[in-house]
């Protein structure tokens, strides 16, 4: 055990912020602190792996991510755009017709952003990972990526009840791995049906599985689209231990999404209904 003076020593890294592109969340007192544990969670297509990704890349701090929802050619594509701000269906074209020598040097650069693409990693697998990285760097990433937190692999559940212990057994594990390695973990997760159309403000009840007691913070997204191809993405503190949250989901910070090159950047002013 330690006083609080020896806890000044003790702590590390664990409550530091990773640096965050997101000014508008900043604004909310919404970051993502090292040692702690977050979800995002959306409709399906609504834009969860987009977030992620535009933390991770736009950030550029070492990061793991565990992408089982999307492909390596997607992710690598994206990831592309976002760096060079080039079209991405341009970029996919040319990966698949291997024609991707421009893109090499400028990925190169990223050499301590690192992607698992097994589709139902275990925590075992997850585990190695994450010492294969710090075996390599001589750290633990600083952000990890869940992507989703029910493609993990733990066990299967024959009902409502043990699905919902199942989540919160995963996030209770997640949780435990960020303050062990000191990263900040983020896990992307589903929304109930009622919320399926990504069109309305998600509140923390309509997370599925009803997970919100472990993570320090639960973003939330929904989706404003102009017809015109034009996407605002809402993101909305439903809870958050160190500073604003409204449960409601109804106060976002407003990015728009530009579908070409997948940045998201802020709208300047954060809305509330």
């Known amino acids: 055990m330690y006083s609080l003076s020896q806890s000044v020593r003790m702590k590390g890294a664990a409550g530091e912020p990773i640096p965050s592109p997101f000014k508008g969340l900043a604004k909310l007192d919404a970051e993502f602190r090292r040692g702690e544990l977050s979800v995002v969670a959306a409709a399906g297509g609504t834009g969860k792996s987009v977030v992620a990704l535009n933390l991770a890349i736009q950030s550029n701090v070492p990061t793991l991510y565990f992408s089982a929802d999307s492909t390596a050619a997607t992710q690598l594509s994206r990831a592309t755009a976002i760096i060079t701000g080039?079209?991405?269906?341009?970029?996919?074209r040319k990966l698949h017709a291997g024609e991707f020598e421009e893109y090499s040097d400028v990925l190169a650069q990223r050499w301590w952003q690192r992607f698992s693409y097994s589709a139902r990693?275990?925590?075992a697998e997850i585990e190695l990972h994450l010492e294969t990285y710090r075996e390599i760097f001589n750290i633990y990433p600083h952000l990890v990526v869940i992507d989703n937190i029910t493609n993990i692999e733990a066990g299967g559940a024959s009902n409502a009840d043990e699905f919902t212990f199942?989540?919160?057994?995963?996030?209770?594990?997640?949780?435990?791995?960020?303050r062990e390695t000191h990263a900040h973990v983020m896990a992307m997760h589903h929304v109930v049906g009622e919320y399926a159309d990504g069109l309305k403000p998600v509140p923390q009840s309509g997370l599925r599985g009803k997970i919100s007691r472990v993570p320090s913070l639960i973003l939330t997204i929904h989706k404003e689209i102009d017809g015109m191809d034009g996407r605002t993405l809402n993101i909305s503190p439903v809870k958050n231990r160190d500073g604003f949250e409204d449960s409601s989901g109804e106060t976002f910070a407003s990015y728009d999404f530009n579908t070409r090159n997948v940045r998201l950047a802020d709208?300047?002013?954060v809305d509330t209904f």
């Open 121 to 123: 990693p275990t925590p």
């Open 86 to 92: 080039d079209d991405v269906k341009g970029i996919k």
């Open 166 to 178: 199942s989540l919160e057994g995963l996030c209770d594990y997640l949780n435990e791995l960020a």
């Open 267 to 269: 709208v300047e002013m």
